[in-house]
């Protein structure tokens, strides 16, 4: 076997004088991150608990796209270069028995690992995805190499058993581990109460909006996704295939609604000095079809819409933020009436991020569930499938769902990956 490998990296994220171009506007020297196909040293096994893995895909999502657009990514310390990738699908090449992997098995990998500082109670306890000082690394994103390459070395810790029967879908545990933690957490924080959720909201059909609507579904909630894509689209297509229902969003929030006149209405009643306060087009849609929000799942990152859903949110119900906001956007929101309807309806908002290696498990359990019910929807989540060779002209504006790279083709998968002797045990929750 050879000591070097093909990974796909970008380059240009820590040294300011490298990759530079002059600016002929302002007369600075930028930073501009570009993504190459190079040869690295391929990692080898320091310790009993290490596992060689030979990687089969690798999932692109909107963070990869940070990375490459908005030097997002952090590269290993002394490092110049970061290899993408934490959407990972491999197979055990190297293992020592003691790990519980053998050769043949298909994994995935957990992304964050620990900050390793003592103060850190969550980190200390096998929760990193609740990190307190910020000093975790992330493979692919932050401070650690990602999955991107021919071969990766993980500690079996980190490993988690992907069944024969979900060969082709593994790839999608790490984004569905992300909405099983939210759902998770939004299942202990409704003990407060009675609930009995009916309507489930998701914003945004992205790949991570696509897989929390089929998750809503798959918990038997009615279930409607905003987005700005058009009704015509592949995403939208496969909203209702799952029995959901979609709707195209106007770009308008409710800044932008308080500007050009849109009032709540109310029947024939007389308005109150309440009701004819500006309210978003989501709001509007949600009342206007006698919709009460139970869940809300904000899933575009698009700040404005977050306010926006803080005020469309039914009472009791839960809004999570799962769509991180890059950039420093400034907008005016109606701050009275969003703390008034938090506090006398009982409201809930909360972030969420990473996940746990029981969300993992989980989410495959899930994955197996979504396929169950709604055969070959998740196979239309795929749409663009590369080879390492074309992801440095990769143009993610392009990529019409979701985009997976080949690091090997799928018709050699099974050659590869060992049949499961019966089902892999998971510990989970649902």
Same mark, same amino acid.
């Given at each position: 076997?050879?000591?070097?490998?093909?990974?796909?990296?970008?380059?240009?994220?820590?040294?300011?004088?490298?990759?530079? !171009?002059? #600016? *002929? %506007?302002? /007369?600075?020297?930028?930073?501009?991150?570009?993504?190459? =196909?190079?040869?690295? $040293?391929?990692?080898?096994?320091?310790?009993?608990?290490?596992?060689?893995?030979?990687?089969?895909?690798?999932?692109?999502?909107?963070?990869?796209?940070?990375?490459?657009?908005?030097?997002?990514?952090?590269?290993?310390?002394?490092?110049?270069?970061?290899?993408?990738?934490?959407?990972?699908?491999?197979?055990?090449? !190297?293992? #020592? *028995? %003691?790990? /519980?992997?053998?050769?043949?098995?298909?994994?995935?990998? =957990?992304?964050?690992? $620990?900050?390793?500082?003592?103060?850190?109670?969550?980190?200390?306890?096998?929760?990193?995805?609740?990190?307190?000082?910020?000093?975790?690394?992330?493979?692919?994103?932050?401070?650690?190499?990602?999955?991107?390459?021919?071969?990766?070395?993980?500690?079996?810790?980190?490993?988690?058993?992907?069944?024969?029967?979900?060969?082709?879908?593994?790839?999608?545990?790490?984004?569905?581990?992300?909405?099983?933690?939210?759902?998770?957490?939004?299942?202990?924080?409704?003990?407060?109460?009675?609930?009995?959720?009916?309507?489930?909201?998701?914003?945004?059909?992205?790949?991570?909006?696509?897989?929390?609507?089929?998750?809503?579904?798959?918990?038997?909630?009615?279930?409607?996704?905003?987005?700005?894509?058009?009704?015509?689209?592949?995403?939208?297509?496969?909203?209702?295939?799952?029995?959901?229902?979609?709707?195209?969003?106007?770009?308008?929030?409710?800044?932008?609604?308080?500007?050009?006149?849109?009032?709540?209405?109310?029947?024939?009643?007389?308005?109150?000095?309440?009701?004819?306060?500006?309210?978003?087009?989501?709001?509007?849609?949600?009342?206007?079809?006698?919709?009460?929000?139970?869940?809300?799942?904000?899933?575009?990152?698009?700040?404005?819409?977050?306010?926006?859903?803080?005020?469309?949110?039914?009472?009791?119900?839960?809004?999570?933020?799962?769509?991180?906001?890059?950039?420093?956007?400034?907008?005016?929101?109606?701050?009275?009436?969003?703390?008034?309807?938090?506090?006398?309806?009982?409201?809930?908002?909360?972030?969420?991020?990473?996940?746990?290696?029981?969300?993992?498990?989980?989410?495959?359990?899930?994955?197996?569930?979504?396929?169950?019910?709604?055969?070959?929807?998740?196979?239309?989540?795929?749409?663009?499938?590369?080879?390492?060779?074309?992801?440095?002209?990769?143009?993610?504006?392009?990529?019409?769902?979701?985009?997976?790279?080949?690091?090997?083709?799928?018709?050699?998968?099974?050659?590869?990956?060992?049949?499961?002797?019966?089902?892999?045990?998971?510990?989970?929750?649902?």
């Amino acid at each position: 076997m050879s000591d070097r490998m093909k990974a796909v990296r970008v380059t240009g994220l820590t040294d300011p004088l490298d990759h530079r !171009e002059d #600016d *002929a %506007a302002s /007369g600075a020297l930028r930073l501009k991150p570009m993504l190459e =196909l190079a040869e690295v $040293p391929r990692p080898k096994r320091v310790s009993k608990t290490d596992v060689l893995v030979r990687v089969l895909c690798v999932g692109m999502d909107g963070t990869d796209r940070e990375i490459v657009s908005e030097q997002y990514g952090v590269p290993p310390l002394g490092e110049h270069s970061l290899i993408l990738g934490h959407e990972s699908l491999g197979v055990v090449m !190297e293992a #020592d *028995a %003691a790990t /519980g992997l053998k050769p043949g098995d298909a994994v995935t990998a =957990l992304v964050r690992r $620990p900050c390793g500082q003592p103060d850190c109670v969550n980190c200390r306890n096998g929760k990193p995805d609740f990190c307190e000082t910020g000093a975790y690394v992330e493979r692919g994103i932050k401070g650690m190499h990602g999955f991107l390459s021919e071969y990766y070395v993980e500690d079996a810790r980190y490993l988690v058993k992907v069944s024969s029967s979900m060969l082709t879908l593994g790839v999608l545990a790490e984004p569905q581990s992300i909405v099983e933690k939210v759902w998770d957490e939004v299942q202990r924080i409704q003990q407060r109460l009675i609930w009995q959720p009916k309507t489930a909201v998701v914003l945004g059909s992205g790949p991570l909006g696509l897989l929390a609507a089929l998750t809503c579904r798959t918990l038997g909630l009615d279930t409607y996704v905003w987005s700005k894509s058009p009704a015509d689209s592949a995403a939208a297509d496969i909203v209702r295939a799952c029995g959901a229902h979609y709707k195209q969003a106007s770009g308008a929030s409710s800044t932008e609604a308080a500007m050009f006149g849109h009032r709540a209405t109310v029947g024939d009643e007389r308005q109150s000095e309440e009701s004819e306060k500006p309210i978003s087009p989501l709001d509007a849609f949600l009342k206007g079809h006698g919709k009460r929000a139970d869940l809300i799942l904000e899933c575009t990152g698009y700040s404005p819409l977050a306010f926006d859903a803080m005020t469309a949110l039914g009472p009791n119900g839960v809004l999570a933020l799962l769509g991180v906001t890059p950039g420093n956007r400034r907008e005016k929101v109606s701050v009275d009436r969003i703390n008034h309807e938090l506090v006398l309806e009982n409201k809930c908002v909360l972030g969420s991020v990473n996940a746990s290696r029981k969300d993992f498990e989980t989410g495959l359990y899930r994955l197996g569930r979504m396929e169950s019910l709604f055969p070959g929807v998740l196979d239309r989540l795929l749409t663009d499938r590369l080879t390492m060779e074309q992801v440095a002209q990769l143009d993610f504006s392009g990529i019409g769902v979701k985009a997976v790279v080949d690091v090997i083709p799928q018709s050699e998968w099974t050659r590869l990956a060992a049949a499961s002797e019966g089902e892999v045990a998971y510990s989970f929750s649902v």
